[in-house]
């Protein structure tokens, strides 16, 4: 008997030992000079390039936030997790962020799938998750009906992926196009399966598709290949990360077709890989342009230069918008509560950031404007508006 | 003797009961909140992953580097099965069948290629992993790369521990069985056992098949407590996780595993608040304890409930004398 | 027929990278029979510390190739010594992990300091930059230059190995270690050298790599390092003109299943290859079958 006790005494002390941390952590929350933001990106793994870009551009966000006075007196502070780039661990960092943390948003993750996982914790603890790059369409409305917690800054991938299609069957009156996707991300199928409903749609036929993944860095053969074919433009939905080396690949066999792609490219870092030489009839859709002259996003960049010592891509100015409009929010929002901060940001209309002003629609997407850059010798020549979504 | 052995076997019993008991009172109560079970969800899930891989790597003595491939399987059938017929029976249908398409594979690979050695097995079983995560990468019912989403939620902490123990009971009665002494003999010396006239074959198969079947569970369980699955998830480096849980553990020792699984856990808990250099500290880590304790924590030892009750009842004379 | 030629050019470069890489794992796998997992950062680390020598130092190639290799030979030799030197008698599973923990270890250490973002090499200027047009095919300056320097490098490679005195101590302590050291070789330094060897043509292959694509990350090793030891594996491992072979051919498949298949698959068929010759000849294309003595 004494022996069965000790057992039980063991287990027990075991468990409660195990549990007695997680406790402890909890119901500090509510700290009256400080909001909590949930930070929950790919700072290691596969895509720590686009998590750390982003949390680059959030954490000066925030920095300038908080030194401008911070939300009515109260500062902002960051809590940051890193979900190694799997939605298995970005599951459990929100719930972490949210039962322990007691956080009144989550910002993050950077990819769709990730994004995906984190808003059914979301729903059902009712905290607003906010994403700067989830682009899949499914992300805040999917067959079971809208996440009411669930919001984004960034584009579809439906109307990314139309808006090229059309600029290439009316602008370029292209025919005949060739996809290369990354066969590896859903950003890449997404656009890639829009641009194709489009572009057939309005009588172009796709006379090849090739596919390559994620960190792949010789695409001779697949360009080799296209060569052969006859076609008008490629279309080339991905990051510059290998769109620029694609691009430069493609010039140096000699294909000189006009080269299409979204916001994905944008970067100092295609210049940079593709070489500027490269960079002719090479159109992109995109939130701004760099010929616009925004006086906003010009200080950004300068702002940012200052900061990190490095040009900002796309990744970094999304996470910039993206802890500026929470800060919006937070400062429309009647309480300083989770449902409060939802039905604030639900509210958004004609918020100005550098990736353009956007209010948000009834599915909580941003109703932006979208821009085709014409990319000539590497230099931004032509902007194209396209209407409001 | 045979008293004995039933006096003990209802002492683990009790034992296994009381912590289920413990853990879901304290899951009723909410000290265990969503984070920690999600931790206990991962928790569980590394022990089948690494159990099963330590009946295929550390008893038997194949190297395997694609324990992740086999949990893809089970976990885009079971999946797929249960998107399809979200009930409890679709998804106990889709765990089993998860594990039993992930042992099939197992057993098909394992025929030709488990007559190779040492590392050779290994990068075999690695291609074959890649080759699983490139195939689901590129069907249309796994959704490509965009992933599979909206899986039914049906496993919570009573499942999880069914299946958890369920593996560890059965893996440590078949390694008491002659069958898994046979395996046993291979990992010693495996031309000694055949001139002993042990099918060295036919074992390694069977160890092989049942390590894949109980990693197709594990796989299920993820796919219905995670609810999203895409085909990079399970690459190359998540084997690597497994097998590192396994050789921290101690080859050859189940509690070992358990052990190093539970201690993996806590150790990537606490890096979680050093985001930017948890990977690093993670790294460092490995090689020191490999450093130091290259056998890993338990060696080829097991922990047995005589060692609880040793440590009872010397904390027990301790507070007398107090 | 120029498509093909083309595909042909392209498959040789690819196999020349596989080709640098795969003999460094061929060497250290022949001597103390480890997959050496952080192998691909050191040519992660070349490639880095070439992008430094030319932009930060201004140096031209050729002299950031040479640091670059000095330096990988330098931090080969450190793993060796800190690493895995201590851990010589522990089971072969246990460097293994200590070997995926160097890696984890270099990869993110790397992170840290240079950040996950991909970086672009400097463009190459003068006769680097140049292109060479026959009919319709497409040869650059930069594809000569990977190749010719393989050939160079597996020439001299081979030449240490089969000719000095250190080569000869190499291959003896690759057949038996035991025998070796009591023949007076000393193993320590033996092996040493080995990682040295090996360090260097990594470094080399980072830096061409950097010229060639321009573009490094700290992740860039990983897949590369694991087709380069396929090739290792694939042409008989510890054999050095059959890395080289496995490189080549390696390199070709996946330009050929792109070209000419369905590219969606090309990584699945070099694995699949891979499984099938395991199974027909598990000692590799230009391996023996030894006996097994009891």
């Known amino acids: ?389 | 003797m045979k008293n004995i052995f039933k006096h003990k076997t209802l002492q683990k019993f009790i034992s296994i009961l009381i912590t289920y008991a413990a853990i879901q009172g304290l899951i009723t109560v909410g000290i265990i909140d969503d984070y920690w079970q999600a931790t206990l969800a991962t928790i569980c899930i590394n022990i089948i992953l690494a159990v099963s891989l330590n009946l295929i790597t550390g008893f038997t003595g194949q190297f395997s580097l694609g324990h992740a491939g086999f949990m893809s399987i089970g976990a885009y059938v079971c999946a797929i099965i249960t998107i399809s017929n979200p009930t409890t029976v679709g998804f106990i249908g889709g765990i089993i069948a998860g594990a039993i398409a992930a042992a099939l594979i197992g057993a098909l690979v394992g025929l030709p290629t488990l007559r190779l050695r040492g590392d050779y097995l290994a990068i075999a079983t690695l291609g074959m992993a890649e080759i699983i995560k490139i195939i689901f990468l590129n069907l249309e019912i796994t959704n490509g790369a965009a992933g599979l989403q909206g899986i039914p939620q049906f496993v919570n902490w009573t499942w999880m521990f069914v299946f958890t123990v369920g593996t560890v009971v059965i893996i440590a009665n078949f390694l008491k069985s002659s069958h898994g002494r046979a395996c046993i003999s291979i990992r010693e010396d495996e031309i000694a056992a055949e001139s002993m006239g042990v099918n060295t074959t036919k074992y390694k198969v069977i160890s092989f098949t049942m390590g894949a079947f109980f990693a197709g569970i594990a796989g299920g369980i993820y796919a219905s407590y995670f609810y999203f699955l895409k085909p990079d998830l399970f690459g190359f480096l998540k084997s690597v996780d497994v097998l590192v849980i396994v050789v921290l553990g101690g080859l050859g020792s189940i509690s070992g595993s358990i052990i190093a699984a539970v201690l993996l856990a806590i150790i990537s808990t606490f890096l979680q608040s050093f985001s930017e250099v948890r990977m690093i500290i993670y790294a460092l880590l490995l090689i020191v304890l490999m450093l130091f304790r290259p056998q890993g924590l338990m060696g080829s030892k097991e922990i047995s409930l005589s060692v609880f009750k040793k440590i009872g009842l010397k904390s027990k004379r301790g507070k007398e004398e107090v | 027929m120029d498509n093909f030629l083309q595909q042909v050019i392209n498959g040789i470069s690819l196999g020349s990278i596989y080709a640098l890489i795969a003999l460094g794992y061929t060497m250290v796998y022949g001597i103390i029979k480890l997959i050496n997992f952080a192998h691909c950062d050191v040519y992660m680390l070349g490639a880095y510390i070439g992008y430094f020598c030319m932009t930060s130092l201004k140096l031209g190639v050729f002299p950031s190739l040479v640091i670059a290799m000095l330096a990988c030979t330098i931090i080969g030799v450190l793993i060796e010594k800190i690493a895995y030197k201590p851990l010589r008698n522990a089971t072969r599973i246990a460097v293994l992990i200590t070997a995926i923990g160097v890696s984890l270890f270099i990869e993110y250490g790397t992170m840290r300091f240079v950040t996950a973002n991909v970086r672009a090499y400097p463009p190459m200027t003068g006769w680097l930059a140049e292109r060479f047009k026959i009919g319709n095919m497409t040869i650059t300056a930069q594809q000569i230059l990977i190749v010719a320097s393989t050939i160079v490098l597996v020439a001299l490679l081979q030449f240490i190995v089969k000719k000095t005195k250190m080569g000869k101590a190499m291959r003896a302590v690759s057949l038996d270690k035991d025998a070796a050291e009591l023949m007076g070789i000393n193993v320590n330094s033996t092996i040493s050298f080995t990682f040295a060897l090996g360090s260097a043509l990594a470094g080399a292959a980072g830096v061409l790599v950097g010229i060639y694509y321009n573009s490094i990350d700290p992740l860039m090793g990983v897949i590369p390092g694991l087709k380069a030891f396929v090739a290792a594996v694939f042409g008989g491992i510890g054999i050095i003109p059959g890395a080289m072979i496995g490189g080549y051919f390696i390199g070709t498949v996946e330009v050929f299943v792109s070209g000419y298949g369905n590219s969606l698959y090309k990584d699945a068929v070099v694995f699949a290859i891979l499984i099938i010759i395991l199974i027909v000849k598990p000692a590799g294309l230009l391996g023996k079958n030894t006996k097994e003595k009891v």
């Open chain 1, 1 to 389: 008997m004494k022996k069965k006790l000790s057992i039980l005494l063991a287990v027990g002390l075991l468990i409660s030992g195990l549990t007695a941390c997680g406790a402890n952590s909890k119901g500090q929350a509510a700290n009256s000079n400080e909001i909590k933001i949930g930070i929950n990106y790919e700072l290691s793994g596969g895509v720590a390039s686009y998590g750390q870009s982003s949390v680059d551009g959030i954490m000066m966000a925030i920095d300038e936030i908080n030194a401008a006075g911070g939300i009515d007196g109260k500062k902002l502070v960051p809590v940051k997790y890193d979900n190694k780039s799997e939605p298995a661990e970005a599951i459990t960092l929100a719930n972490k962020l949210i039962s322990q943390d007691g956080v009144v948003a989550i910002l993050g993750p950077a990819t769709s799938g990730s994004f995906k996982s984190e808003i059914s914790v979301a729903e059902k603890k009712k905290v607003p998750v906010i994403s700067g790059s989830a682009t899949a369409d499914d992300v805040t409305v999917d067959k079971a009906g809208k996440k009411e917690y669930a919001f984004r800054i960034c584009y579809t991938d439906s109307f990314q992926g139309t808006a090229m299609a059309n600029f290439a069957a009316q602008n370029l009156s292209a025919k005949k196009a060739v996809i290369v996707k990354d066969s590896s991300s859903d950003y890449a199928k997404g656009l890639a399966d829009n641009f194709t409903k489009t572009f057939t749609a309005a009588g172009g036929t796709i006379v090849g598709e090739e596919a390559y993944v994620a960190k792949d860095k010789d695409f001779n053969a697949i360009l080799t290949k296209i060569k052969g074919l006859d076609f008008d433009v490629i279309y080339l939905p991905g990051y510059y990360e290998e769109a620029g080396l694609i691009i430069k690949q493609a010039r140096a066999l000699g294909i000189d077709k006009p080269i299409l792609g979204a916001d994905g490219f944008d970067s100092p870092d295609l210049t940079n890989l593709a070489g500027a030489s490269a960079l002719t009839k090479v159109y992109f859709t995109n939130h701004y342009s760099s010929l616009d002259k925004d006086p906003a996003v010009v200080k950004f960049i300068d702002d940012f230069k200052k900061k990190y010592n490095k040009e900002p891509n796309a990744f970094h100015a999304l996470g910039y918008d993206l802890a500026k409009f929470v800060a919006d929010g937070l400062k429309r929002s009647k309480s300083l509560d989770s449902g409060a901060l939802k039905d604030a940001l639900a509210e958004t209309k004609d918020f100005t950031g550098v990736t353009g002003s956007f209010s948000i629609d009834e599915n909580h997407n941003p109703v932006k404007a979208i821009v085709v850059v014409g990319l000539e010798n590497g230099v931004q020549a032509t902007a194209e508006k396209s209407g409001n979504k």
